[in-house]
């Protein structure tokens, strides 16, 4: 059977759609018309590729960690390992895929002012960097706590001109940024583009985005023949609203015989409130705009998350994730903070490359699988971003001073 | 005839508009909820709308916001809010109570079971912020069901057919939202907002009330020219912070402005 989603409204299966006050319905059916017309139009399309190519610096190359894969095979098993190198796009991460897209349908909307949400703050050094160059006014939200966690990107966005909006509500994390970020859009929806920087939101962002990011798996679609022969086994990303993972599987629906693992941020473990993992451990409910699976408590409260990766620290996921689940053609699984830490270590050790923390996760994952399967057996990783952000997050945890 | 039908009849006839006071359930604390319902009505509440409190109110300003961590703090659940109704309709027959806020509390109550309490409780109408037109079929037969009139926000970017669509599918009233914004906010334009209701009455003979950013007697009365109600919540919600350490004086001052706002509205 085809995979055809979002149906028109936005659903994927019973999750997804739009659950958003009025004032934004009617903004959100100009943009799914807007997209509907773009997404096919040639001069949008060349238009995009250019960007891609010449301004992220895509595609990404498909690298063969031939170190890792034989100090992980001394274990037993030993499948090979391959990264997918997001991290060596333009900002250091896949977010720029999608801020790229966005960006240029705001300019065909005639929009002048861009606002994005951001947690770790790689979207938001994303969309501010396409703000740059596309010269338009950028206001960027994020919670207060993550602006205290991840000052450098803080930094970096005000270079790029961008005004950044510490976000004291809530929990002051991601999704009151989120929060904040609607608010905005409901108040200058005339003038307005909300980039959104993942697969979640009202319809149409979850597939914007997705459609966005789906560049890496159509490479992968051609890199894996050239450089494997075959297409991989299982293919590996970390999810926290999980448009990385969603744009390396979405070209692969149609391939049963590779394996999706999407990874959540287990932070202290599953079966600790301290966790990011609302695939694993939450259940469905609504949370900006879409049904999905979440975090909330009892009465429908929305909870608090952990993860020592602030990327993944959301207490929601893309609703095609929720959809993948329950079809069951994608498996989602945890990863805790100390794994995680592991991992990055190891490939920055044996590989000369710093991952992000929130890429650790799935790289992690992908240890526990290749330890199970034969050198005959390939799984490719998404390493969705560089870990230059992350370092002072790890040299604290180290009780390292810097700076 | 439901009561929030019979609470327009009655003042059609007598040439008024309803006065809406909006406040959060449990803020500052569910103990002093129903008391403060009757403080409203006592200045001259025609209808409250009673919020459900939410940890992520993402089309509230921060007011609301506020309140809603106020009154999460406080304990409130959805299972406390139905029962402050209950306790209000002990000794109040006659006002009705439109319950307001976001889905997931009631996806996580059970859709059934929140129609079944909530009818019980003595509640009219509901209505639920994130929950549009387009995602509402499954939800509107359950709570018609129970004698719940679905409440639904019209806005500025609301287009003409949109607004009759929406207004086909809702009971009781159609809340206009009068400004681009979320609440508490404070540019309402009142001969836009005139605009629109008069085009609005050509699509639907459902009494209209208008809300967001009304936070004074002039506007109030100004708005009560052109509409059929008048929602007033953030500026209620204000006073109730600047309370919420002497909450026994709270019940007063509710009545007085609400007082002042009814006398605003009925002196033309």
């Given at each position: ?403 | ?250 019940p007063a001052r509710l009545t007085a402005t609400l007082s002042a706002l009814r006398n605003a509205m009925d002196a033309r």
């Amino acid at each position: 059977m085809a995979y055809d989603f979002p149906d028109a409204r936005g659903h994927f299966g019973p999750y997804g759609g739009q659950f958003v006050a009025e004032t934004l319905m009617e903004p959100l059916a100009r943009l799914t018309e807007a997209y509907a017309r773009l997404k096919n139009d040639p001069a949008f399309l060349a238009e995009l590729d250019n960007d891609l190519r010449h301004y992220v610096g895509r595609p990404s190359p498909l690298y063969h960690a031939e170190r890792l894969t034989a100090k992980w095979a001394k274990n037993g098993g030993g499948a090979q390992i391959w990264l997918k190198r997001e991290d060596l796009n333009h900002t250091g991460a896949h977010k720029i895929n999608n801020t790229v897209g966005q960006a240029l349908l705001a300019k065909h909307l005639g929009k002048t002012r861009i606002i994005a949400e951001t947690g770790a703050g790689q979207h938001g050094v994303a969309t501010a960097t396409i703000a740059a160059r596309l010269g338009l006014k950028c206001v960027v939200y994020m919670g207060a706590e993550d602006v205290q966690r991840q000052s450098p990107n803080v930094y970096r966005m005000k270079l790029l001109g961008a005004e950044v909006i510490p976000v004291k509500s809530g929990t002051q994390t991601l999704k009151d940024a989120l929060n904040e970020a609607l608010r905005d859009w409901v108040t200058h929806v005339d003038d307005t583009f909300y980039i959104i920087g993942t697969v979640a939101g009202p319809h149409p962002y979850p597939m914007l985005v997705r459609d966005f990011n789906a560049v890496v798996g159509r490479e992968l679609l051609t890199q894996c023949p050239e450089r494997i022969g075959r297409l991989p086994d299982a293919m590996v990303a970390c999810v926290g609203g999980g448009s990385n993972a969603i744009g390396m599987f979405y070209p692969f629906l149609p391939h049963p015989e590779v394996r999706l693992v999407g990874v959540e941020a287990g932070g202290h473990g599953i079966d600790t409130p301290d966790h990011a993992a609302p695939l694993s451990a939450g259940m469905p409910g609504v949370l900006h705009g879409n049904k999905t699976y979440i975090m909330a408590n009892e009465d429908g409260q929305i909870s608090n998350t952990h993860s020592i990766s602030a990327g993944l620290d959301y207490p929601g996921v893309g609703p095609e994730h929720a959809w993948l689940k329950d079809s069951g053609r994608a498996q989602y699984v945890a990863v805790n903070d100390e794994p995680a830490l592991a991992a990055f270590h190891e490939l920055t050790r044996v590989e000369g490359i710093i991952p992000a923390l929130e890429s650790a996760h799935a790289l992690a994952y992908a240890q526990q699988m290749a330890t199970g399967l034969g050198p005959d057996h390939h799984i490719v990783v998404n390493l969705s971003g560089r870990g230059d952000k992350d370092i002072f997050t790890i040299a604290k945890r180290e009780g390292i001073e810097l700076l | 005839m439901s009561r929030i039908d019979e609470t327009f009849s009655r003042l059609k006839g007598e040439g008024r508009q309803a006065l809406i006071p909006y406040i959060t359930a449990g803020d500052p604390h569910p103990d002093h909820s129903a008391g403060l319902m009757h403080a409203l009505v006592a200045g001259g509440a025609d209808i409250i709308e009673l919020g459900m409190p939410f940890s992520d109110p993402m089309a509230d300003g921060p007011i609301i916001q506020l309140a809603c961590e106020r009154a999460l703090m406080a304990g409130t659940t959805l299972r406390r809010t139905l029962a402050m109704v209950a306790q209000f309709r002990r000794t109040n027959r006659n006002t009705p109570v439109v319950l307001m806020g976001y889905l997931n509390p009631i996806e996580r109550f059970g859709l059934d079971a929140f129609a079944a309490a909530a009818e019980q409780a003595g509640v009219d109408g509901v209505l639920i912020v994130d929950l549009g037109l387009e995602e509402a079929d499954s939800y509107l037969p359950v709570l018609t069901a129970r004698g719940l009139a679905p409440i639904f926000l019209l806005s500025p970017t609301t287009p003409l057919a949109r607004m009759a669509r929406i207004a086909e599918h809702a009971s009781g009233y159609l809340y206009y939202v009068s400004l681009k914004g979320v609440t508490g906010a404070a540019n309402l334009d009142v001969a836009a907002v005139a605009a629109q209701v008069q085009a609005l009455r050509g699509v639907t003979a459902l009494p209209v009330a208008v809300g967001f950013g009304i936070r004074d007697p002039a506007t109030a009365a100004a708005v009560a020219q052109i509409a059929d109600g008048v929602v007033v919540g953030s500026a209620l919600v204000n006073q109730i912070a600047e309370l919420a350490e002497q909450p026994e004086a709270l019940p007063a001052r509710l009545t007085a402005t609400l007082s002042a706002l009814r006398n605003a509205m009925d002196a033309r």
